[in-house]
């Protein structure tokens, strides 16, 4: 394989990729020795500083990762802080908007307060990363409890929760018993790594 031709396939497989690449595992794809690899990545990435690229290749360990340029972080940060948050149902936001105010809550809570069933919108707000997992309650039954999670802030464009805008008391028939931190069981610590391994900043 030719140089150029060799430069141009690690480039595409490491954009592709969003995330570390062993050598190893690049020298077969392209059926090269991994010393010839290794020549061509140092090059690349020696070519992506020199022409002051918006990318660069880092080598980390065994093996590249194509990242973007810290010159360009200020421009990268700001795009993606104001993309769209995803789709929502007014059900969805009517239940993540519980969560935010009220975390930590029971989908027993969030029923309370809409009057109707919950759980399609729970399990939607999970799926899109929005909420997540908080422990259960110490209380007959042991609901789980829910809370926001950092992409909720990030998809909305706010830094804190203390960010939120102010809402009027609403009426909700019966009072809503308030949840004590002694009343919380936290989750074991394996589903709390899986969590966060799940939610990564972007």
Avoid: H, W
Avoid at 1 to 7: G, Y
Avoid at 29 to 37: P, Q, S
Avoid at 114 to 138: C, F, Q, T
Wanted: glycine share 4%; proline share 5%; no cysteine.
């Amino acid at each position: 394989m030719e140089r150029d031709e060799l430069q141009r396939a690690i480039e595409a497989i490491l954009f592709a990729a969003g995330e570390r690449v062993e050598l190893n595992r690049l020298a077969m794809a392209l059926e090269v020795d991994a010393k010839d690899v290794e020549k061509a990545a140092d090059a690349l990435s020696d070519a992506l500083s020199f022409e002051r690229r918006g990318i660069r290749i880092l080598k980390l360990e065994k093996g590249y990762q194509m990242v973007s340029s810290g010159e360009m972080a200020e421009y990268v940060t700001k795009a993606l802080e104001t993309r769209k948050p995803p789709k929502l149902s007014s059900s969805q936001l009517e239940a993540l908007t519980i969560v935010a105010y009220y975390q930590p809550a029971t989908k027993a809570m969030i029923e309370q307060i809409r009057g109707v069933d919950s759980s399609y919108s729970v399990a939607a707000l999970l799926n899109k990363k929005l909420i997540a997992e908080a422990g259960r309650l110490n209380v007959p039954g042991r609901p789980i409890l829910y809370q926001t999670t950092p992409d909720f802030l990030r998809t909305f464009g706010i830094s804190s929760l203390e960010e939120l805008p102010p809402i009027e008391k609403v009426n909700f028939g019966e009072p809503i018993e308030i949840i004590e931190q002694t009343q919380i069981q936290e989750p074991e610590q394996e589903n709390v790594e899986a969590a966060a391994t799940e939610i990564q900043p972007v």
